[in-house]
Nanobody
Framework: QVQLEESGGGLVQSGGSLTLHCAAS????????MGWYRQAPGKMREFLASIATGTAGDTTNYADSVKGRFTISRDNAKNMMYLQMNSLKPEDTAVYYC????????????WGQGTRVTVSS
């Protein structure tokens, strides 16, 4: 079972930037369609972005709420995934998680602890 660990969160001012990291244990990371999610206080967990590695390279997908501001990427050789977050807004304040995108192959992996992002106005 792949284990996930998020890091890189912190306190940032509105308009600032942060880069989140997701470290995955285990083999075959490159075959996983991975995603970033977040959960704000009192709200449901929200999908943000996904990335899949194929023969032609990586394919990405974004939620409308972060499109144009966030960039997902991965380094399969290091079993790492990243989320570059720019133009942060107070409404981006949440705990951020990485996980597999659920599909025909299976559901979510065990969730990590997440990394907290706080954007001050």
């Amino acid at each position: 079972q792949v284990q996930l660990e998020e890091s890189g969160g912190g306190l940032v001012q509105s308009g600032g930037s942060l880069t989140l990291h997701c470290a995955a244990s285990g083999s075959d990371f490159s075959s996983l369609i991975m995603g970033w999610y977040r959960q704000a206080p009192g709200k449901m967990r929200e999908f943000l972005a996904s990335i899949a590695t194929g023969t032609a390279g990586d394919t990405t997908n974004y939620a409308d709420s972060v499109k144009g501001r966030f960039t997902i990427s991965r380094d399969n050789a290091k079993n790492m995934m990243y989320l570059q977050m720019n133009s942060l807004k107070p409404e981006d304040t949440a705990v951020y998680y990485c996980n597999r995108l659920p599909g025909w192959y299976g559901g979510y992996l065990d969730w990590g602890q997440g990394t907290r992002v706080t954007v001050s106005s």
